[in-house]
């Protein structure tokens, strides 16, 4: 029972260090220093050879989840958006993220929370010239009703020229306020200035990684 435990602290600390390591690794690392410090570690441990077995073929199996390919990172707390590998930076640029701002329907109680969701993601679609479809918090925020032809929802004006979905509604697009990029002002989505958003729509292809913390 005390070998589980032990394994699955390893597990957990590994896990933890390589996603740290994905977004804040300075570049010129190869990889997440803790992966190389658990020999060592193991060293200290009661019966820590035959751990050591687990943990290395457990370390082979999170080494093949890395990316081999440029990846997105946007942090949160900085308002700052990356196109990276482990160990270059080749675009940074301001961004904004969501306000963490909340909304209740007095109508309905229905309640809205606009962050940006932490995690692992991919860009699903790109879409040049979006037009986006308001949902029901965008009326209610504003004091209207909300309507009920799905043609009143749609506003062609407010995405940007670019916009590129990496899950459940959420885009990394452009925006009518740039003067309010580094602010977390948005209703969760990634907004990016006018050339930054071109540039990345342009470089990346659709199933690039997007690590957002």
């Keep these: 029972m005390k070998r589980v435990i032990v394994i699955l602290i ?8 390589v996603a740290f390591a994905l977004a804040k690794t300075p ?13 060592s570690a193991l060293a200290v441990i009661p019966d820590g050879k035959t751990i050591a ?11 093949k989840t890395l990316p081999r390919n440029k990846y997105i990172v946007i942090d949160s707390h900085t308002n700052t958006a990356y196109l990276r590998t482990a160990d270059s930076v ?6 904004s993220t969501g306000s963490g701002g909340e ?14 969701p932490s995690g692992v993601f991919a860009i699903k679609n ?9 949902p029901d918090w965008a009326f209610i925020e504003e004091g209207e009703d909300v309507p009920k032809s799905n043609s009143d929802r ?10 590129m979905g990496f899950g459940d509604g959420y885009f990394i697009h452009g925006t009518l306020y740039e003067r309010l990029l580094g602010m977390s002002v948005s209703h969760g989505c990634v907004r990016l200035g006018s050339d930054d958003l071109k540039y990345l729509y342009e470089t990346v292809p659709i199933g690039t990684g997007v690590y957002v913390f």
């Design 10 to 17: 390893l597990l957990l600390a590994v896990g933890v260090a």
């Design 27 to 39: 570049p010129g690392l190869p990889r997440p220093v803790a992966l190389d410090q658990l020999d």
């Design 53 to 63: 077995k687990e943990v290395k073929r457990l370390r082979k199996d999170l080494e």
């Design 90 to 95: 080749f675009f940074k640029a301001v961004c």
């Design 103 to 116: 909304l209740t329907d007095p109508k309905t109680g229905k309640k809205w929370v606009f962050h940006t």
């Design 126 to 134: 790109k879409i040049v010239e979006p037009w986006w479809r308001k």
């Design 154 to 163: 749609l506003d062609p004006n407010v995405m940007g020229d670019f916009a």
